[in-house]
């Protein structure tokens, strides 16, 4: 579940898939990823995730905080 604000572009392992807003869910299969988020006014926001089973990660961001 993507939360960022202002909104990003949204890349996956280095892949854009998308924009927040509108993007607010991803299904993933099992695996780690390394997540980031841009806006092209701030530092690139970069995390790395690991999916397992049916438990949802949720990733919040807020641009300049």
């Not at 898939?17 to 997540?35: A, C, D, F, H, S």
């Not at 995390?47 to 807020?62: A, E």
């Amino acid at each position: 579940v993507f939360a960022g604000e202002p909104g990003g572009i949204v890349e996956i392992n280095g892949v854009q898939i998308g924009t927040t807003p509108p993007l607010r869910r991803l299904t993933l299969p099992n695996g780690k990823y390394e997540v980031t988020i841009r806006n092209e006014a701030f530092q690139p926001h970069v995390l790395r995730i690991t999916v397992s089973g049916d438990k949802p990660v949720n990733i919040s961001h807020r641009f300049g905080s």
